[in-house]
């Protein structure tokens, strides 16, 4: 579903991505971790299109994110870190928009948009301006958007942000259905908890460079410590070194 | 839910027309609730841009229609060469705001950011944002070129065809400025990244010295034999520069001028409207032509310059006004220290916000240019007072629109850093304070500089140059306390936009508390030099020198009467800085964010 071909990202002298390859099969739901600056956020937005690659090539349901921008982007829905959206469209409003940019069929679009309203419980504030939401608000929008296309890949970035206990409960048991039928999920997150109550595999990016790339059973395994949780070995794993690259 | 479909199954690429009717649905809807939103929330402001723009329109409509009369009876030619260089100087300045606003639009925008992430077309996504540059781009020429046109042809007596076809002219000539704008803008960005910077400010600075050149050139003859028969020719000489036959500014004057024609019996022309057809479709033809050159760009390389863009390293800031900074925040005794550290804070984001400074460095710079240039205008000596108090006025018209476009909104925009500024050890009356200072200190140097320029430049006396600084003092005070203490009266904590805390009532009210300040400080400021001039005129005109009214005239122009009508200048002052000063802090001390 995802491929990223030995995949380097350089802002002038900086590199920060660098020669990332990793493969993400259908239905998974990997999590990115990194502390600031890792270059998760690069990731995301080399793997949503904004950013294309200095070298190497990312594929998305063997679509090329540069080449094939528009066919990849077909399958793709994204929630970015800070949600964007129209402030004078209501928020139904911009579902429509968003389905139509899909080419959806209108009376698909309609049952669907109705389906998201109701999965995120939208509908007392859909028919309000978007400049009125409040965080948490616009967020369950944009996962809504997000969602209507029912995408062969989902991208997170950062996804928790702004909203409340209820509105992650929501989310989560979203995403485990949606990856239990075949959607798979790219998320990158500080909230070590989401990631080891949710993601199938994770991946630990330190300075550009992916650390650690596996299951959590096999992160344990090949760090041999006694540790459990995943904050210890995350802690571990990101810690400052002498020297640095 | 049942099982997923996915999104190759049902799902399909637009097609061109699909994602302009979508994009042409999004403009209208939102265009649409901005206007029904300011019907709503905004009647003041609107009523006002409507009320201005109006007055704006007719005084430009009168004044075109006075010059045209009086070029009708001296040389009809000389419409063509004025013609050519008006609409030649606008398209420059088209080619830039559109490549800025463009730029703005495309590569710098949440929205930008929303789109490209979508399933359609990069030059889909140039063409919704073009749009949006051209309405800009339009409505401002239309506004600044249509009394113009229409004043031509009332005086010339051109007939329907003339009127029906300026419209379509008009915005067929916008589109090809704006193009090439949108095509230097992408070239920049996705070619010349780090030379971006450096080609825009080199282009605008030879624009300007072109511009200048030109104006100085135009201008500077008038000191010898102005409107005389060997300045016309020289004038028109120099305007025929801008008389190319290559230029788009040609053809839509030579298509108006063509549409204008008639017959001797008042009929339009039809060989004239003809030949304006003609003109017209070399227009749109040519716009047309740009906009698939854009188009093509777009699809080559907009994603490509929006992920170059996004990867460059900024250079390193330098801090050459660390030193200014330190000295002033240590300057002084302990106490003022907290308000000295607000004032720095607030003059370092100044420095460091460049739409800030840039308009501020422009509208000055434009304004100093006018006034440097004043000798050059030929005029009756018994104005020069007059025309002081005018420029006096323009000053504090120009500082006016920074107040309220810039000071008002900064005690709102420390709403979201309220948690800060609140928490600190100090008192809330100095976070106005500070922007009162902050406020007035930066507009009393240009504006007294102007001031002093401009009254030299009129080669008025030091007595009048010093009442005129005294007036500008208090209208830097004034505007200043009514700024900060309308801002602190009525903030806006949750609303992030400068120029959307301006645009509210408040800043509304504010722009027109301090125009009605700047005048009653100006009439009242110019009585005495005015009734001098009354009184000499009457003397002159051997007028009973007992009369009642000449009493009033000796009296106001006298010096008692200089220092009362001076004294209601500072009284006017201190009440229109401290009254919303007052009622500014009252307010901001029980502020609860």
């Known amino acids: 579903m995802i491929e990223f071909d030995h995949v380097t990202r350089t802002y002038g002298p900086r590199t920060a991505v660098a020669d990332l390859s990793l493969s993400i099969p259908r239905g998974e739901l990997f999590a990115l971790l990194g502390p600031n600056g890792a270059g998760k956020t690069t990731t995301i937005r080399m793997l949503v299109g904004l950013l294309h690659p200095s070298r190497g090539a990312i594929r998305v349901c063997g679509h090329d994110l540069v080449a094939n921008a528009r066919s990849a982007h077909l399958h793709i829905g994204y929630v970015p870190d800070e949600p964007s959206l129209y402030d004078k469209l209501t928020g139904r409003e911009f579902l429509w928009f968003i389905a139509d940019m899909f080419g959806m069929p209108r009376h698909q679009a309609g049952i669907r948009i109705e389906r998201e309203i109701e999965h995120f419980e939208l509908s007392e504030f859909a028919d309000e301006l978007a400049e009125r939401y409040s965080l948490g608000m616009k967020q369950r929008l944009v996962f809504a958007a997000s969602l209507l296309h029912d995408p062969d890949v989902l991208v997170l970035d950062e996804p928790m942000v702004g909203l409340d206990p209820r509105s992650v409960r929501i989310v989560k048991d979203l995403l485990a259905a949606r990856t239990r039928e075949g959607m798979t999920v790219f998320m990158s997150t500080h909230t070590l908890a989401m990631a080891e109550e949710m993601a199938d595999r994770v991946g630990i990016m330190v300075r550009g460079q992916l650390r650690f790339l596996g299951t959590l059973a096999e992160l344990r395994e090949q760090m041999a410590l006694e540790t459990t949780t995943l904050e210890q070995m995350y802690l571990e794993l990101t810690a400052p070194r002498g020297g640095g690259p | ?593």
């Open chain 2, 1 to 593: 839910m049942s099982g997923r479909a996915g999104a190759a199954g049902t799902l399909r690429l637009l097609t061109p027309e699909e994602e302009s009717r979508l994009f042409l649905r999004l403009g209208v809807t939102l265009a649409w609730e901005t206007v029904r939103a300011m019907f709503m929330q905004a009647r003041l402001r609107l009523g006002l841009v409507v009320l201005l723009s109006m007055m704006f329109w007719g005084s430009l409509f009168g004044m075109f229609l006075e010059a045209f009369s009086f070029l009708d009876a001296l040389h009809a030619d000389v419409t063509s060469l004025l013609f050519n260089a008006f609409f030649s100087s606008l398209m420059v300045m088209l080619v830039f705001s559109a490549g800025i606003l463009l730029y703005g639009g495309m590569y710098c925008s949440a929205e930008a950011r929303l789109l490209l992430t979508l399933p359609i077309r990069a030059e889909a996504i140039y063409f919704h944002k073009f749009g949006e540059a051209l309405w800009f781009a339009c409505w401002g020429f239309v506004l600044l070129g249509s009394p113009m046109l229409v004043a031509y042809g009332v005086v010339h007596g051109a007939s329907w065809p003339y009127f029906v076809l300026l419209l379509p002219f008009m915005v067929s000539f916008v589109v090809i400025p704006a193009a090439v704008g949108g095509i230097c803008c992408m070239t920049l960005v996705a070619w010349m990244t780090r030379l971006r910077l450096h080609a825009v400010s080199i282009a605008l600075t030879v624009a300007c010295i072109a511009l200048l050149w030109l104006g100085w050139t135009l201008v500077s003859p008038l000191r010898i034999n102005a409107m005389s028969a060997a300045w016309f020719e020289r004038t028109f000489a120099r305007l025929a520069v801008t008389e190319q036959k290559l230029l788009p500014s040609w053809w839509l004057s030579s298509g108006l001028l063509e549409a204008a024609r008639t017959e001797r019996d008042g009929r339009p022309s039809m060989a004239g409207v003809a030949e304006a057809v003609k003109f017209l479709a070399l227009l749109v033809a040519n716009a047309m032509m740009l906009q698939l050159a854009a188009g093509w760009l777009a699809r080559a390389a907009y994603r490509r310059g929006f992920s170059q863009l996004a990867g460059e390293v900024p250079a390193s800031r330098r801090r050459p006004l660390g030193w200014f900074d330190r000295a002033l925040m240590n300057a002084g005794s302990a106490s003022g220290r907290p308000l000295r550290l607000l004032l720095v804070k607030d003059l370092r984001l100044f420095r460091r916000d460049i739409s800030q400074w840039s308009q501020f460095v422009i509208f000055f710079g434009l304004m100093g240019l006018y006034f440097v240039n004043l000798r050059s205008f030929n005029y009756n000596n018994a104005y020069a007072s007059m025309i002081g108090f005018l420029n006096l006025a323009v000053v504090g018209l120009i500082l006016s629109t920074f107040t309220t476009r810039f000071v008002y909104p900064m005690i709102s925009l420390e709403g979201r850093r309220f948690w800060i500024i609140g928490l600190l050890p100090v008192h809330r009356d100095q976070i106005v304070w500070s922007k009162f200072l902050f406020s007035l200190l930066g507009g009393l140097a240009p504006c007294c500089g102007l001031v002093l320029l401009s009254d030299s430049m009129l080669g008025i006396g030091w007595p009048l140059i010093l009442q005129h600084e005294l007036c500008c003092l208090v209208l830097c005070m004034g505007l200043s306390g009514i700024a900060v203490g309308l801002g602190a009266r009525m903030p806006e904590l949750r609303e992030s936009s400068p120029s959307k805390i301006a645009s509210g009532f408040g800043g509304t009210l504010s722009l027109v508390i301090s125009s009605l300040f700047i005048m009653a400080v100006v009439i009242v400021a110019a009585i005495p030099a005015h009734a001098a001039s009354v009184s000499m005129f009457l003397t002159a005109r051997g007028a009973a020198a007992g009369a009642p009214a000449a009493g009033f005239l000796n009296w106001a122009a006298g010096p008692w009467g200089t220092s009362t009508f001076l004294m209601a200048v500072v009284a006017l002052g201190l009440a229109a800085t401290f009254v919303p000063l007052f009622l500014g802090i009252r307010a901001f001390r029980r502020l609860e964010a």
